[in-house]
């Protein structure tokens, strides 16, 4: 029973990696008190690091499993913006710096186009072969739960994806990388190559 144990508790850390946040100016300076939240993707968005960035920049260092996360960095009544990543955690470890601007001013305040206008887009891998099978995670820039949308790619590498927002974010997912981009709502490429992150 020990064994089985010991075993078990092996093959959790095995699967497992360190991974380091901090958050920085666009200078590349620290940036200090920037609320860092991490959810787990995979697990209903559960919280796993909830930190206030110290002197240096840093918010911490989790041990986390393989999978999809996501990184917010967020002052909501400070000068940054807020800032989110998402990443693939596999068996090494990652350091995760997340660049924050300062707040410009928003005038009547932030315009988000909701709508129900369609695009096809064609995934291609680094070598140009179409990427079967990969999942898109769509969202908008401020990662609002009730937009982010699933879409999967058929054999030949395309997706219909519906344009919920605009600027439109795009997490594709392949053979455990990730690629995180932004795409117009009204002129998206047609052709997307997967280059990692």
Request: some cysteine; hydrophobic content about 45%; aromatic content about 6%.
């Amino acid at each position: 029973m020990r064994n089985l144990l010991i075993l078990l508790l092996f093959c959790q850390l095995a699967t497992a990696a360190p991974v380091t946040f901090s958050v920085l100016d666009v200078s590349g300076a620290p940036a200090t008190g920037v609320l860092v939240i991490v959810q787990n993707l995979e697990n209903h968005e559960e919280e796993v690091l909830r930190a206030l960035t110290d002197e240096r920049g840093d918010a911490g260092r989790r041990e986390l499993r393989s999978g999809l996360y996501r990184m917010i960095a967020t002052a909501p009544y400070g000068i940054w913006q807020t800032n989110i990543k998402e990443f693939m955690v596999g068996s090494v470890p990652l350091e995760i710096a997340l660049p924050v601007q300062c707040m410009p001013t928003h005038g009547y305040g932030d315009i988000v186009v909701i709508g129900t206008t369609w695009a096809e887009l064609h995934f291609l891998q680094p070598d140009g072969q179409p990427m079967s099978n990969a999942e898109i995670l769509v969202r908008d820039r401020t990662a609002t739960l009730s937009t982010e949308r699933w879409y999967k790619t058929d054999v030949q590498g395309r997706a219909k994806i519906e344009m919920i927002s605009d600027p439109l974010v795009l997490i594709v997912l392949h053979h455990d990388s990730a690629m995180t981009m932004e795409i117009p709502e009204h002129n998206p490429p047609k052709v997307i190559k997967f280059t990692p992150d």
